[in-house]
């Protein structure tokens, strides 16, 4: 599903850290080595239809990388 980020996302809590992460070996291959966190936290989104809505993002995130695969957990409202 096709979403763009339109606010700061909020509440980040950390899921799970290094090796506690079952796609590391996925992460590595693809972008590279890096300290890998799973994170999640609380967005508003615009989905492809154009609706605004306010849901939980999931994703990867490592120093010097950035966040990888962003996807939406639940929605909020």
Partial sequence: MYFKIVSEIYDIE???ANNNI???AKLKAEY???RWRKLKGVAIIE???GSIRQAEIHWYE???IGKRKLKIKA???
Avoid: K, V, Y
Wanted: proline fraction near 0%; glycine fraction near 16%; hydrophobic fraction near 45%.
């Fill in 47 to 49: 989905l492809q239809d």
């Fill in 75 to 77: 929605f909020l409202d």
């Fill in 22 to 24: 079952r796609e590391m």
């Fill in 32 to 34: 590279g080595e890096g």
């Fill in 14 to 16: 950390i899921i799970a």
């Fill in 62 to 64: 490592a120093h010097g």
